[in-house]
């Protein structure tokens, strides 16, 4: 790893972020301001003076929104009108720019809550990729908080540092570039989530980073890699251990017609979530109990079948008749 490539930081400046400072009525030089414009287009723009935002719809001069009120209408060069509103995380995320594909708003938040991260948590994230989950991550864990986000593309690295930095949240974070394959330089951190390929191969590194009882997570495309990294899981040291997917169905909001939409994004990856454990733990007395159901079906299978050849030999010596043995449940 290029230790030199590390990107560090002072402590930020955390009353003069957008994020932490009082809010006032109308919008200040810095805001993060989404645009929702009369054609429901959505724009993030982060308020700058003598700065333009150029649109289909005409130019909104910066100039011309700094000092608008929030839920305030402005209008563009061409006389188009446009909201002023703040954004949500959702709409960060979404309009972050891509290299990647990015972890989407709905299992960002979902994850954010299933590792408990809050103000001041330690997190760990490989690979950062285009800065999608990293922007949920570090807008949980600030001020205090830190994420430490790994990635071994230099391109993709700098290109989620500007995403971070144009929305307010690179103070909170530490972006890492290098590949995770030599380890992870901190130590008892809070939680830990892995957004890569084979992540079963850092499995050894995932529990030396975690403190003993941390939240692990991944997202994983293809049911082949979950399965493979159940697999590595149970070979020691993850307990409380779940597979989940979540599916958001959006509805056309009209009251006399209420239907879901006509298309839905299906599929975007299954979650897998487990504790780090110390290796003292004998983990698979806390695996799922259909875990447990079936490893002793197999134990069972194994036992009757081994049985079955002791009988077997015993016969062919002339030994008596067995009853037959139970099937395994
Ligand atoms: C799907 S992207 C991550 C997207 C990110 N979670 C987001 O929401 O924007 C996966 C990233 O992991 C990086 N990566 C793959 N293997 C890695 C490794 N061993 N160490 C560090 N980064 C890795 C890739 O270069 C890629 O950018």
């Known amino acids: 790893m290029d230790r030199g490539d590390i990107h560090s930081q002072t402590m930020p400046e955390v009353a003069s972020s957008v994020w932490f400072r009082a809010k006032a009525d109308v919008t200040a030089p810095g805001d993060l301001v989404l645009l929702l414009t009369d054609d429901l ?119 989620a540092r500007n995403n971070l930095e144009s929305v307010d949240l690179l103070p909170f974070v530490e972006l890492i570039h290098g590949d995770i394959e030599g380890g992870f330089s901190q130590q008892g951190v809070d939680a830990l989530f892995l957004d890569v390929r084979t992540p079963w191969l850092y499995l050894e590194h995932v529990r030396s980073a975690l403190r003993s009882g ?22 020691g040291g993850f307990v409380d251990i779940a597979v989940e997917e979540l599916l958001l169905r959006a509805y056309k909001p009209v009251p006399d ?26 983990s698979a007395r806390w695996h799922a109990k259909e875990r447990q159901r079936y490893r002793a079906r197999l134990q069972t299978k194994a036992e009757i079948s081994a049985e079955e050849a002791r009988r077997a030999a015993d016969q062919a010596q002339g030994g008596k008749k067995y009853p037959p043995l139970p099937l395994p449940g």
Not at 120 to 143: D, K, N, Y
Not at 257 to 281: E, Y
């Open 214 to 235: 941390g939240f692990f997570a991944g997202l994983l495309p293809t049911t082949n890699q979950v399965s493979e990294l159940l697999l590595h899981m149970e070979r």
């Open 41 to 159: 287009k959505r724009y993030v723009v982060k308020l700058q003076p003598r700065q333009t935002l150029h649109c289909h719809l005409g130019i909104y001069a910066h100039d011309a929104l700094i000092g608008a009120p929030w839920g305030g209408v402005v209008q563009s060069t061409l006389g188009h009108s446009a909201l002023v509103l703040e954004p949500s995380v959702d709409d960060l995320i979404r309009h972050l720019r891509r290299g990647t594909q990015i972890i989407y708003p709905k299992d960002a938040a979902y994850l954010v809550h299933r590792m408990n991260l809050r103000a001041g948590c330690r997190v760990i994230e490989a690979g950062t990729g285009s800065g999608g989950l990293t922007t949920a991550l570090a807008w949980a864990v600030a001020p205090q908080g830190r994420v430490y986000s790994y990635e071994t593309r230099l391109e993709t690295h700098r290109l």
């Open 257 to 282: 017609r209420l239907r879901p939409d006509d298309t839905m994004n299906a599929h975007t990856g299954f979650l897998v979530f487990a504790r780090s454990m110390d290796s003292q733990v004998d």
